[in-house]
């Protein structure tokens, strides 16, 4: 994400002259295009460049070998339906599902879903599933990434599902901190009992490109508002933003 940051005023009330902190925030576009049969242009300001979207530069060279490898292994079994995360760094590792007939395990052995995992593999592990069995691992090696942040990485991984799996006819990104270990009860809220059904519930059924999980009403979300809304939302993300300046949300 690139921005030009203009003059705010913060919660109290300052004249803030802030600019942006998000990690390598002046590294160059890996997303080439260019070289796709069909390119997708985007623009993201009216003062910005218009650029295309694909792994065709040289910066983009692992990434295709991944979506090469993955393509290689998995497309015929899994081009129905792809569900997929990324855990890149001890932190989210731990995070990953490894209880045995847990409710992930239960969903994914129910319906044969197919769920990888994008992990660092930062404790030295070789292993091909989770803990629990039903996330495949994608393991990559972080210096071969276009970033030197894992979180900018996982964002190049969660916004492009359509250029990792360009074989696959759906798609869901499930994020990681969804696997934490929460009450039984909350996951049931949470996360899908069928995840092909989940996905013709919403996207296939309103015929759109995509579909996104509202925010929860949680202080992690909305802070101490009674209700969910955008407000609420953004000045939980301006409060974080002083404890943590160079997230880049």
Known sequence: TQYIAKPVHDLDGRDDRSVCLSPER????????????????????????IRSCGFCGD????????????SVKFQKKCSD??????????????????????HIAKVVKRHGTCFFQFVTATRGTRNTLTGDGSQNLIVIDPARMPYKSNRRNTKVI????GLIFPW???????DVKLQ??????????????DYMLHFKRTVER?????????????????????????KAHCDTIISAAWSRPT???
């Open 158 to 161: 969660k916004f492009n599902p």
């Open 81 to 102: 339906l792809v569900v997929y995360g990324a855990a890149l760094g001890v932190k989210y590792e731990d995070m990953l599902s490894s209880e045995e007939g847990g």
């Open 206 to 230: 309103f015929g759109t490109c995509s579909s996104f999980m509202a925010l929860p009403l949680h202080h992690l979300s909305v802070q101490k508002a009674k209700e969910v809304n955008i």
């Open 168 to 174: 696959a006819d759906r798609v869901i990104w499930q």
């Open 180 to 193: 934490r270990k929460i009450p039984r009860f909350e996951k049931r809220i949470f996360l899908p009992n």
């Open 26 to 49: 002046d590294a160059p576009w890996v997303l080439d295009g260019s070289c796709e049969k069909h390119q997708h242009l985007t623009n993201f300001s009216s003062i910005g460049p």
């Open 247 to 249: 997230v880049s949300d």
């Open 59 to 70: 910066d983009a060279a692992y990434l295709r070998e991944i979506r090469d490898e993955i």
